[in-house]
T-cell receptor, first 113, second 113 residues
Framework: GENVEQHPSTLSVQEGDSAVIKCTYSDSASNYFPWYKQELGKRPQLIID?????GEKKDQRIAVTLNKTAKHFSLHITETQPEDSAVYFCAATFSGSARQLTFGSGTQLTVLP | DTEVTQTPKHLVMGMTNKKSLKCEQHMGHRAMYWYKQKAKKPPELMFV???????INESVPSRFSPECPNSSLLNLHLHALQPEDSALYLC????????????FGAGSRLTVL
């Protein structure tokens, strides 16, 4: 069935270090892969997204890579700051669900000062 | 205006009450969504409206009744809820349904006593 697996569930890094979160998906026809950041008590906000015709996308300290053959995509945050602490959700569209988003289970990122 | 506005922010209701959650966007988006989010879990899709018509109902119990009065407004009518329905209810919108960027509202935190 439609599935997005996200790892790790929790991640602690020292300020200034890099953080990497990985997701795998089950539907080879998926074509849209966004990442959302949700701070405690706040709404999910899109931080970066990638479509299946692109292998990598970067926006300042944030980058996403997509490997269509292996059906996985990753979020990379460099030079982490305390304000990066939040829950991060990956998501993917599936052809069998009218192309609605299916979310991964989330990663709690803590950046230690 | 680039926001999705939800009211009320907090709602406490008994199991016999009838209440409504409201959502509004003025971005000209033609798809609107209701999601349910439990603590430390990803958002779960409940309903999708596309061009003011209900296009997806993810097998949601009939005690939740959505309504889309016009292209800018989305309501969720609540009746005879159960304590397990306590959650954060998020409204979202996108330009069209499918593989598009979701803009989330801040959510309505519902507690059912």
């Amino acid at each position: 069935g439609e599935n997005v697996e996200q790892h790790p569930s929790t991640l602690s890094v020292q300020e200034g270090d890099s953080a990497v979160i990985k997701c795998t998906y089950s539907d080879s026809a998926s074509n849209y892969f966004p990442w959302y950041k949700q701070e405690l008590g706040k709404r999910p906000q899109l931080i970066i997204d990638i479509r299946s015709n692109v292998g990598e996308k970067k926006d300042q300290r944030i980058a996403v890579t997509l490997n269509k053959t292996a059906k996985h995509f990753s979020l990379h945050i460099t030079e982490t700051q305390p304000e990066d602490s939040a829950v991060y959700f990956c998501a993917a569209t599936f052809s069998g669900s009218a192309r609605q988003l299916t979310f991964g289970s989330g990663t709690q990122l803590t950046v230690l000062p | 205006d680039t926001e999705v506005t939800q009211t009320p922010k907090h709602l406490v209701m008994g199991m016999t009450n009838k209440k409504s959650l409201k959502c509004e966007q003025h971005m000209g988006h033609r798809a609107m969504y209701w999601y349910k989010q439990k603590a430390k879990k990803p958002p779960e899709l409940m309903f999708v409206y596309s061009y003011e018509k209900l296009s997806i109902n993810e097998s949601v119990p009939s005690r939740f009744s959505p309504e889309c009065p016009n292209s800018s407004l989305l309501n969720l009518h609540l009746h005879a809820l159960q304590p397990e329905d306590s959650a954060l209810y998020l409204c979202a919108s996108s330009e069209t349904s499918g593989a598009n960027v979701l803009t989330f509202g801040a959510g309505s935190r519902l507690t059912v006593l």
